[in-house]
């Protein structure tokens, strides 16, 4: 009997880096002209600086449906999400595959250069979190605590992407964002528990 060799190309291919359960990523979700419409209309919003607990983040928020007091809780607005973000939200909610109703708070966040975000995890009542990314890629990290290590992994979110952080990757991974070198937006939808 002649034992044959599997050709490499027969081999299975190397699982690629894995990312954590319940992350996905998605790039263009929108067209360039899309994302030029997108931020124009941004001028319009009711932009704030981010505080918590008296720090400045040093990026500006404009939130809808939900807002989160001094303390950090988080309390419904009943406000809608603006028009304005309705043709993204139907985008995002078809790359989740969840309900665009179950999409409840909206967060458009400008990012000057300069700007990031800490290393967080959003807190409930948040469940998923799908996030587009405008004008500048950013790195996306993401990071476990593990026994006596921390489990990393990270993506660079590029411009008219989209990501979704839902199960595992939102509950037990945290995320954060570096120092950014130019300007960025991002839209975060959420669902949220009722
Ligand atoms: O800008 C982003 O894509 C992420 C923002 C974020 O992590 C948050 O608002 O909780
Ligand atoms: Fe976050």
Redesign the pocket.
Known sequence: MIETQPLLFDLPLAPRTPWPEGFRYQPELIDAAEERDLVASFQDLPFKAYEHLGYFGNRR?AGFGWRQEESGRMVETGEPIPDLLLPLLDKVAAFTGLAQASFRHA?V?E?SPGAG?GW?R?RPPAEA?A?V?LLSP?Q?RLRRKAADRWDRASII?APRSA?LMAGPARSDWQ?S?PALEAL?Y?V?FRTVRR
């Open positions: 928020i967060l966040t990012y975000i967080h959003d979190i996030g990314s950013c996306f979110a990501y995320h964002i960025r991002s975060t």
